[in-house]
């Protein structure tokens, strides 16, 4: 499956996005592989972060001027957030961009697989935990469920998933949608 994955991600083109009012920031897709099936990690935020508190996300955050790159940035964040060192990450590919609808960010997306089970090491100060869920799972509940909300006067197509009595929406759902409608069925 990571050749199909590879394959597929490097097959086309990501959307990339250029905003210079947006600041740039990047996450990991971690993917591993367990039990025969896949699975994807996701984070619950602490409550002591800035943005996007309690939330489920990936590893991930801004860019920093020493970063070499967008995907330096997300190796980078996913060792200090969660303790994913970039040497056991293999970066298959990137998805495409999307802005963040309350926090100003453009959000590059890569995926990569890493081993499992994994020694994790929590920054406590941005995790609050790891999620590990299941690949087939979310290919079960895709399409998720699709909400319209009012944001800043505008109407915003949102989805979202509920794995576990987590709630997995905004970018992140964005993400893994755009990650399983890539996947196909």
């Known amino acids: ?104 960010y453009l959000v590059r997306p890569f995926v990569g697989t890493m081993p499992y089970p994994y020694p994790f090491v929590l920054d406590t100060r941005e995790t609050a935990s790891i999620i590990e869920v299941p690949l087939t799972w979310l290919r079960q509940h895709n399409p998720p469920v699709e909400v319209q909300r009012q944001h800043a006067g505008r109407v915003v197509q949102s989805f979202f998933f509920d794995y576990d009595g987590h709630v997995i929406w905004g970018a992140t759902a964005k993400i893994v949608k755009q990650f399983l409608d890539l996947l196909g069925p």
């Not at 097959?11 to 993917?31: D, I, N, T, Y």
């Not at 039990?35 to 991930?60: E, K």
Request: some cysteine; aromatic content about 4%; proline content about 6%.
């Open 1 to 104: 499956m990571e050749a199909y994955i590879r394959q597929m991600l490097q097959a086309r083109v990501p959307r990339e996005l250029s905003v210079p009012s947006r600041r740039l920031a990047a996450v990991l897709l971690p993917l591993y592989h367990h039990g025969g099936d896949y699975g994807i990690i996701l984070t619950q935020r602490s409550d002591t972060v800035y943005h996007h508190r309690g939330q489920i996300a990936f590893p991930g955050g801004g860019h920093e001027p020493h970063d070499l790159s967008l995907q330096h940035t997300a190796l980078r964040e996913s060792a200090e957030e969660i303790g994913l060192q970039p040497a056991d990450v293999c970066v298959l590919g990137q998805l495409d961009d999307l802005l963040t609808t309350g926090s100003n």
